[in-house]
């Protein structure tokens, strides 16, 4: 499902009391907005509720208004609400190492509209993918990592990231674990995307394993990051059914197909605002 481009996104969250879904469509009515998709969920678990609505505003439409009205209705729900304009295009940096399946993908979807956001630059701790951004016309920057001296190459990633105004950073097979300073500094708003092997094969060479094992599913997990090595809330996962003909090549072609499609699923979800934090796990609306 994608977004409209002529549509608002408003997104809530807020205790589960009674109440909130007529507190925001009624005033979505009231400001004379047309619902264009809507869907919403109460974790009971957690207490809380999540709403995400598209919708068309009508003639003469007030933004600043619209903002003043919401907040002062939503203030009796304790209600935390955004509002995404028509046609909002994220910037966004990507992060690379010597593969390129993810990146070339995501590039792609860009090109052809598919995901609507605004890649500004790519970074990497290789030269490999250089030729690939420039095509694109895309700054590329190649930070050589010291293992010695890792906080200094952060330090430039970051540069990067806060002078090109990126709001998202997309780990496309970034191999390399980023370090808790910059994980805080990135908390919800960088997607990583790695192999979902079942059982799970760590280091060098997972595929290779998974074929010595005899595995009959090869999967990946896209998340956002966080201080515990790959186990940020999940926002997407993909699976395919493998068996005993496929070699360690095949398993590696599918794992790149896979990873592929579910981290630009991922990030769909993120540019269109259908994720929200909940805890330690994701509400994708």
């Not at 007030?62 to 046609?87: S, V």
Request: charged share 25%; aromatic share 10%.
């Amino acid at each position: 499902m994608s977004r409209a481009p002529d549509t608002w996104i408003l997104t809530a969250d807020c205790p589960s009391v009674l109440g909130t879904v007529d507190a925001v469509t009624r005033y979505l009515f009231e400001q004379g907005c047309y619902v264009t998709e809507h869907h919403s969920f109460d974790d009971r678990l957690s207490g809380r509720f999540f709403i995400r609505v598209e919708f068309r505003q009508p003639d003469g439409f007030d933004e600043q208004g619209f903002r003043e009205g919401l907040a002062a209705r939503g203030e009796t729900f304790g209600m935390i609400f955004e509002l995404t304009a028509p046609n909002y295009r994220p910037k966004v940096v990507i992060m690379v190492s010597k593969a390129d399946h993810c990146l070339n993908d995501l590039l792609y979807r860009q090109r052809i509209g598919q995901l609507s956001m605004d890649v500004v630059a790519v970074v990497s701790n290789h030269p490999d993918l250089k030729p690939l951004a420039d095509w694109h016309q895309i700054p590329y920057h190649h930070f050589p990592l010291d293992p010695n001296d890792k906080p200094s190459q952060e330090r430039q990633v970051w540069q990067v990231i806060e002078a090109s105004g990126a709001e998202l950073v997309i780990l496309a097979r970034y191999m390399q674990v980023l370090s808790p300073e910059l994980c805080r500094k990135l908390d919800g708003k960088a997607i990583n995307i790695h192999h979902s092997l079942l059982p799970g094969f760590k280091g060098a060479k997972p595929y290779h394993q998974a074929y010595n094992k005899g595995v009959k599913l090869v999967g990946a997990t896209a998340h956002y990051i966080n201080n515990d090595l790959d186990e940020g809330p999940i926002i997407a996962q993909g699976v395919e059914v493998v068996d005993h003909s496929h070699y360690p090549e095949d398993l590696v072609a599918k794992g790149r197909d896979i990873e592929g499609l579910t981290l630009a699923r991922a990030v769909g979800y993120h540019i269109e605002r259908r994720v929200f934090l909940n805890a330690n796990r994701t509400v994708v609306l």
